[in-house]
């Protein structure tokens, strides 16, 4: 009887107000009245409610025969929360269905849907992917709020002087700028705030966009769509644009062969600029998969290749609990701090198992968890950032090897700071700790 009177995660917190992506208001509110009337109405809101709260990106839900496991991203980590029964968790699956105009009956196929969110003055974007699989079946929601919690490259992490290369790079002429991560390590983000950073009050920026795939708008940046009922390809809309000569050709998927070798003739003849994005594990790989990859336009690649901004999202050490310590001086030869640099270095405060949590008498006493972070010893991420920008020995060599190695002694004779050591300055900032560090750069 205890167990059913028991207080869920989702019965604590006041529910998210659903917006239903659709036009018509008696249609959306007619919706909203018939998918209350269920009883998962309510726990979705909650439980969505809690995942934000808890400052969750993405909400997974697992359904087996007797449960649902739920996890949350946090701070691009999984944690485990308590499972709901089978039949609270189907509940509050066929409600957010319901919401998110996909079917709930289905519970085999691939669907997908989305949902507007509000909690207190703040709005949100819930993405919804469902799929069957041999045990149930695999939910996963992506929390993505409408207004971005930093505007500027300095809110991301990037150091004073990065910034400034990386803005001269956007305001030359005759140039190539690439924006690069791993995937899923925030690269709309920083694409978005890099090129808002460009000086777009003096040139001509235009944007091809496929229509089904439109970018959120930039102030001063023309998006011009093709596909879908336009009638129009990347290259006839890229025709037609650049008859209107503008300064920045915007790319936020790579080019099609052809449209690349008529926006590099225009870097060539008219010194205009060309802007693009794409996933890869560093700036090198970013580079060298480019030249890889238009084989016919490499040579020019190379020439105008002004430079390729990659990042890495690492955990912020929270400010409230972390834990400073006095480096011994091999841990900085390790590291390539030279002695008497860097005083302190950082770690989080993790509580010791519950066990372990007493007294000098041995009797238990309970560690309270930090207010902050919760206990996690981190908060926030921040973005590790490397900025490439090619020398002539590099522009050469990209030609002759993929050797990512070679490539990269080959940058750090010209000067290039890699992703490494930016890395290490992170720590020596205190912004993250070593563990960290060890944690990202160790995935694959």
């Given at each position: 009887?205890?167990?059913?009177?028991?207080?869920?995660?989702?019965?604590?917190?006041?529910?998210?107000?659903?917006?239903?992506?659709?036009?018509?208001?008696?249609?959306?509110?007619?919706?909203?009245?018939?998918?209350?009337?269920?009883?998962?109405?309510?726990?979705?809101?909650?439980?969505?409610?809690?995942?934000?709260?808890?400052?969750?990106?993405?909400?997974?839900?697992?359904?087996?025969?007797?449960?649902?496991?739920?996890?949350?991203?946090?701070?691009?980590?999984?944690?485990?929360?308590?499972?709901?029964?089978?039949?609270?968790?189907?509940?509050?699956?066929?409600?957010?269905?319901?919401?998110?105009?996909?079917?709930?009956?289905?519970?085999?196929?691939?669907?997908?849907?989305?949902?507007?969110?509000?909690?207190?003055?703040?709005?949100?974007?819930?993405?919804?992917?469902?799929?069957?699989?041999?045990?149930?079946?695999?939910?996963?929601?992506?929390?993505?709020?409408?207004?971005?919690?930093?505007?500027?490259?300095?809110?991301?992490?990037?150091?004073?002087?990065?910034?400034?290369?990386?803005?001269?790079?956007?305001?030359?002429?005759?140039?190539?700028?690439?924006?690069?991560?791993?995937?899923?390590?925030?690269?709309?983000?920083?694409?978005?705030?890099?090129?808002?950073?460009?000086?777009?009050?003096?040139?001509?920026?235009?944007?091809?966009?496929?229509?089904?795939?439109?970018?959120?708008?930039?102030?001063?940046?023309?998006?011009?769509?093709?596909?879908?009922?336009?009638?129009?390809?990347?290259?006839?809309?890229?025709?037609?644009?650049?008859?209107?000569?503008?300064?920045?050709?915007?790319?936020?998927?790579?080019?099609?062969?052809?449209?690349?070798?008529?926006?590099?003739?225009?870097?060539?003849?008219?010194?205009?600029?060309?802007?693009?994005?794409?996933?890869?594990?560093?700036?090198?790989?970013?580079?060298?998969?480019?030249?890889?990859?238009?084989?016919?336009?490499?040579?020019?690649?190379?020439?105008?290749?002004?430079?390729?901004?990659?990042?890495?999202?690492?955990?912020?050490?929270?400010?409230?609990?972390?834990?400073?310590?006095?480096?011994?001086?091999?841990?900085?030869?390790?590291?390539?701090?030279?002695?008497?640099?860097?005083?302190?270095?950082?770690?989080?405060?993790?509580?010791?198992?519950?066990?372990?949590?007493?007294?000098?008498?041995?009797?238990?006493?309970?560690?309270?968890?930090?207010?902050?972070?919760?206990?996690?010893?981190?908060?926030?991420?921040?973005?590790?950032?490397?900025?490439?920008?090619?020398?002539?020995?590099?522009?050469?060599?990209?030609?002759?090897?993929?050797?990512?190695?070679?490539?990269?002694?080959?940058?750090?004779?010209?000067?290039?700071?890699?992703?490494?050591?930016?890395?290490?300055?992170?720590?020596?900032?205190?912004?993250?700790?070593l563990d960290e560090l060890k944690r990202v750069f160790s995935k694959k």
């Amino acid at each position: 009887m205890a167990q059913e009177t028991e207080i869920q995660l989702w019965q604590t917190v006041v529910p998210v107000e659903f917006v239903p992506h659709v036009k018509d208001r008696t249609e959306s509110q007619a919706l909203l009245i018939s998918t209350r009337q269920g009883a998962g109405y309510q726990i979705i809101g909650g439980q969505l409610a809690h995942a934000i709260g808890s400052r969750a990106t993405h909400l997974l839900m697992d359904f087996s025969q007797n449960a649902c496991a739920i996890r949350y991203q946090i701070d691009g980590n999984w944690e485990q929360l308590p499972p709901l029964d089978r039949e609270t968790g189907d509940a509050m699956l066929y409600a957010l269905k319901q919401l998110c105009l996909m079917n709930p009956a289905d519970r085999r196929s691939a669907q997908t849907g989305k949902l507007g969110l509000k909690m207190g003055k703040s709005k949100f974007q819930l993405n919804v992917q469902s799929q069957g699989v041999p045990t149930g079946e695999r939910v996963l929601a992506k929390v993505e709020p409408e207004k971005l919690p930093f505007e500027k490259l300095a809110d991301l992490g990037m150091r004073d002087k990065m910034i400034e290369a990386v803005k001269g790079q956007l305001n030359a002429h005759a140039n190539i700028v690439v924006v690069t991560a791993p995937k899923g390590e925030g690269l709309t983000s920083t694409w978005n705030i890099a090129v808002d950073a460009a000086d777009k009050f003096v040139r001509d920026f235009q944007s091809f966009e496929e229509q089904s795939k439109p970018e959120p708008e930039i102030i001063n940046i023309s998006s011009n769509y093709y596909g879908g009922d336009t009638d129009m390809t990347q290259l006839d809309m890229l025709k037609r644009m650049i008859l209107k000569e503008p300064d920045v050709l915007v790319f936020p998927e790579l080019p099609e062969d052809e449209s690349l070798k008529l926006s590099l003739a225009q870097a060539s003849k008219l010194e205009k600029s060309i802007y693009t994005r794409m996933n890869a594990p560093s700036a090198m790989e970013a580079f060298s998969l480019l030249v890889s990859k238009y084989k016919d336009s490499s040579t020019e690649i190379a020439k105008f290749m002004g430079g390729i901004l990659s990042q890495r999202l690492v955990r912020r050490l929270c400010d409230n609990c972390k834990l400073g310590f006095e480096p011994p001086p091999q841990l900085l030869q390790q590291l390539g701090i030279p002695a008497g640099r860097v005083a302190m270095l950082y770690q989080p405060f993790i509580p010791p198992p519950i066990e372990q949590q007493v007294d000098e008498n041995g009797r238990p006493a309970p560690i309270t968890p930090c207010h902050v972070c919760e206990g996690r010893g981190y908060l926030g991420r921040i973005a590790i950032f490397e900025f490439l920008v090619p020398g002539p020995l590099l522009r050469d060599a990209i030609l002759k090897t993929q050797d990512i190695a070679q490539l990269h002694r080959v940058a750090k004779s010209e000067g290039h700071r890699g992703i490494q050591a930016e890395a290490v300055l992170t720590v020596a900032r205190g912004l993250t700790s070593l563990d960290e560090l060890k944690r990202v750069f160790s995935k694959k």
